[in-house]
């Protein structure tokens, strides 16, 4: 530890350059000092002794500045000591019974280190301060990576959510950058159960997919996590805690295949259009957006033959749908599945689609003779009806003029 100068033993005869120098000297030795308090305390008794010097020396134009410059650091010092104070409080290390914080009031309090600890570098208190807080950031972490013995654990857990891994990622980033002494041994480790834990919750995820019993639902659940795990993993050749790791982007390419194959080309339920919209939107879905996420693979190739599979299987199922119309509803839901295909980047320009453009014209013609047949059909009742109304009534009236006429036809005799 640096020890100050005795600045009361100074001699009185000392000049203004002297002085002026000496205690500028003393000032350089706060940085020195590693304790808050002890800071504190130098520069009051810097701050006393200017305080104390001759009418003579203080009215100097040197001895102002310095003053100015004394009481500043003073009121930084002092205002920084309190930002620690009260970080210590939120905390409780002084406190009977220990305090609960979230995690995010703890990630806070890095942050608030880090801002203190840029006007004390190497301070004690901070890293008496920043080693408790690391310490219950690293318990989190323990706790949210499960350490794994083997990728191809066969323990029925699917390993920490994509959630988990991240918020897990930036508590150790955090550790990474909370001041008050180098960490790295602490985060070389933790960075490398993230890894294992990451890389296990990949693969659970993707040795599912297979799995016939799951609905598309889960399935899409499972590939969506393993691509979000993914992009929190560094590349490859930063990591040595999966040897499968390099074999990922082609199972997940492999994995989308399968959906596809399942759920869009291996579908040949007729007669539910719904079932033939979301068919489309899945494809759009796995072509624009799933396979965007998977990493070192040639994405224009990867959705060319993602679209041509898709494309074949969702374009005959349509022509089958236009050739048994029988509502406008049905022909506007066959129109949003050629919409939503044109919307996939590979197919906008499909010949295939351009050529659903007779037959859904034609379905089009059929539909309107349909319904001008349902049209006739329905006036015709009616138009019947009044019909033999009118026959009915023009026969009764001329019925009733006969029987009249008859009527005064008769001669009836006068007498007996």
Request: charged share 25%; aromatic share 4%.
């Amino acid at each position: 530890m640096v020890e100050p100068i005795d600045i009361a033993n100074q001699r009185p005869e000392s000049s203004v350059e002297e002085l002026d120098s000496d205690l500028r000297h003393e000032i350089d030795l706060v940085d020195r000092l590693l304790n808050i308090d002890e800071k504190i305390r130098h520069m009051e008794e810097v701050a006393a002794h200017l305080e104390s010097t001759s009418a003579r020396f203080s009215s100097h134009p040197a001895m102002r500045r310095l003053k100015t410059e004394v009481n500043d650091r003073l009121f930084d010092l002092r205002n920084t000591e309190q930002q620690l104070t009260r970080i210590e409080e939120q905390l409780g290390q002084h406190a009977a019974e220990p305090v609960d914080l979230t995690l995010q009031q703890t990630l806070n309090v890095v942050q608030s280190l880090r801002g203190v600890a840029e006007t004390i570098p190497d301070d004690e208190r901070i890293a008496d301060v920043s080693t408790s807080v690391c310490e219950g950031l690293e318990s989190f972490v323990t706790s949210v990576l499960p350490s794994v013995e083997s990728e191809d654990d066969d323990g029925s857990s699917d390993g920490p959510s994509p959630a988990d891994l991240t918020m897990a990622l930036e508590v150790i980033e955090a550790i990474l950058a909370c001041p008050g002494g180098d960490r790295t041994a602490i985060y070389r480790s933790l960075r490398q159960q993230f890894l294992d834990s990451a890389c296990y919750s990949a693969w659970k995820r993707v040795n599912r997919l297979p799995d016939m019993r799951l609905d598309l639902a889960t399935k899409k659940e499972y590939l969506h996590g393993a691509l979000t795990i993914w992009q929190l993993l560094p590349d490859l050749s930063e990591n040595a805690g999966s040897p499968r790791l390099s074999r990922l982007p082609d199972e997940m390419h492999r994995a989308v295949q399968q959906v596809l194959l399942r759920h869009v080309v291996g579908t040949v339920e007729t007669g539910d259009l719904d079932s033939l919209v979301d068919t489309a939107l899945l494809t759009k879905e796995l072509s624009d957006e799933y396979l965007e996420m998977i990493p070192a693979i040639s994405l224009p190739d990867a959705q060319s033959a993602l679209g041509i599979q898709a494309a074949e299987a969702i374009i005959r199922r349509i022509r089958v749908e236009l050739s048994a119309l029988g509502s406008q509803r049905e022909l506007e839901l066959c129109l949003s599945v050629v919409s939503i295909l044109r919307t996939v980047s590979v197919l906008e320009d499909d010949e295939r689609i351009a050529e659903l453009a007779r037959p859904i014209s034609r379905a089009k013609w059929r539909l309107r003779f349909l319904d001008g047949l349902r049209t006739i059909r329905r006036a015709s009742l009616p138009t019947f009806v009044g019909l033999m109304g009118i026959g009915a009534l023009t026969a009764g009236y001329i019925g009733l003029a006969v029987l009249i006429q008859r009527l005064y036809e008769i001669n009836l005799p006068l007498a007996p």
